[in-house]
């Protein structure tokens, strides 16, 4: 396995100011899969399902290169299931609903083949079965990389700090990183958070792009100007899996090539914008996505000489 | 005149989360001047203010080449103020007080110098008031470009419509431009307004860095990250103020010219909030610019192969 994720496989029912979707096949681990997967061709994915989840889209994954060795299947049980509903500015959401099920019984056993995975993608969840997959890695990853959300700051601190401690880069959003920090200067808050042991911090800014901060740098990645948002939801699962999964491909951690990353993160979270759970994602191909990177680069390229007094 | 620019010079009492300044020098064609003279040397100010502004500011703005002709000064009468206080997030703030004073009686009679001036930045005020500056140029301007915001919106929009679409480039926020079009995304409300007349758009996101909307292109500038925002007042006007200078000196009106326009305007605007008031801008160097100019073009430099599947 070239990279292993850990994350939610689940349902997601969507409303926003433009359309609605009921029940679409949704969860982190399964955006972060289906991006990575243009960039690495043998993952594994630990998570947990009822035996309501569409085989189809199990299949849709294995065709991918997804292993899903990691993943159990709970007879007679209900998957995880979220609704939400998007505000007008489609930046900040209301969950309407949340129903665990049986994420109440996720206890990652990782297969042998997933322990030494050089790549490890954390997903967006309860920072106590993070720190399992961390701990049932047999040899040392080369890169591991963090999702999480304010949710899990305000009831599991001490468990999120403790995952903080020991991974190479997290990715949070702009509050997310106010609040973790308690600084407003979201430089002062990455220096703190910084502090805390993580080599880089990528701060999601959804339509106002990104920033990497590491090594005393800072890098801004742009958010390319959509005619249409649809649905916003798993654009920063999406994100992080053309992040890792690029990482993954090019084997190279150094400042230059985390902001190709980052590019490659944010063409991949793009497209998941453009309909409702993963539909767009279903259809993506690489050339679409090589050539949204080329967009990117004409969409931030200047060239200024300083001009005389 | 290489430039002249119309609008307030006024008192401001802020409050931030941070710390609050009383009665300090405002208005954009302050902040807009202070920003211009970088990169102009003759340039001509229209406004009114009362007998109480004082002479020191007056001092200050023609040793950096303001010709000081168009500013009315009505004695026994009290400037502008406004003062405002600032939300947790630096980005919102409520307007405490306002009183126009000497702004009723602004009715601009531009001195003859300024009337085939080729540049006209026509800083945020009543568009009654920009309409009179544009129908007294004797000679069709190089280059008009409008500031407004949301309150000439709600309360003038026949007038302000009639401006817009008389000038080259209007510059407004990312919440005006919604409510300006009545689209949500920016890449739609960027087409109804240049369908109003302007030949660019340039959407001002704050901490977000900018936009470029023209000639079917789009261009991204990063804002740079601050360690302290101090007071974000006058950084729109600042901005306006490095952006029309630095055309005004390179008298070049492209598509890519613009984009290094709005580089230096960037720049210019992230000085501004660095104190309260005109107070930075009033110790700012050439050099200083220059350096973070350098900065910009660090903070959003890449370069990406497209890996091979």
Same mark, same amino acid.
């Given at each position: 396995m070239q990279l292993i994720t850990v994350g939610t496989v689940a349902f997601d029912s969507i409303e926003t100011p433009f359309g609605k979707a009921d029940r679409v096949v949704g969860g982190a681990a399964t955006f972060i899969s289906l991006a990575a997967s243009h960039y690495v061709k043998k993952m594994g994915l630990v998570s947990v399902v009822g035996d309501d989840f569409p085989k189809s889209m199990l299949d849709e994954l294995r065709v991918r290169g997804?292993? @899903? @060795?990691g993943l159990e299947v709970l007879k007679g049980k209900e998957s995880f299931y979220w609704s939400g509903k998007y505000h007008y500015d489609m930046n900040t959401r209301d969950t309407l609903e949340t129903r665990l099920n049986v994420l109440l019984e996720l206890d990652p056993k990782l297969p042998e083949a997933y322990r030494s995975a050089p790549y490890v993608m954390l997903g967006n969840l309860d920072p106590k079965v993070q720190l399992k997959v961390i701990e049932q890695m047999e040899v040392q990853p080369a890169l591991v990389v963090l999702d999480t959300m304010n949710f899990w700051m305000d009831s599991a601190m001490p468990a999120l700090r403790e995952v903080i401690s020991r991974v190479d880069i997290l990715t949070i959003n702009d509050a997310e990183a106010r609040q973790l920090s308690g600084e407003h200067s979201l430089v002062k808050a990455a220096n703190k958070i910084l502090a805390m042991g993580p080599k880089y911090l990528v701060v999601k800014k959804g339509e106002h792009g990104a920033l990497l901060f590491g090594e005393d740098r800072v890098f801004f990645a742009p958010a390319l100007p959509l005619e249409d948002i649809i649905d916003p939801t798993g654009a920063g699962d999406t994100f992080a899996g053309g992040f890792i999964g690029y990482l993954a491909h090019t084997q190279d951690h150094s400042f230059d090539n985390l902001k190709r990353a980052i590019i490659t993160g944010s063409a991949l979270a793009s497209f998941a914008c453009e309909k409702f759970g993963t539909e767009r994602l279903l259809t993506l191909t690489r050339d679409e996505i090589d050539e949204r990177i080329r967009q990117f680069v004409d969409l931030v390229d200047f060239d200024i000489e300083l001009v005389e007094e």
């Open positions: 997804v292993d @899903l @060795l």
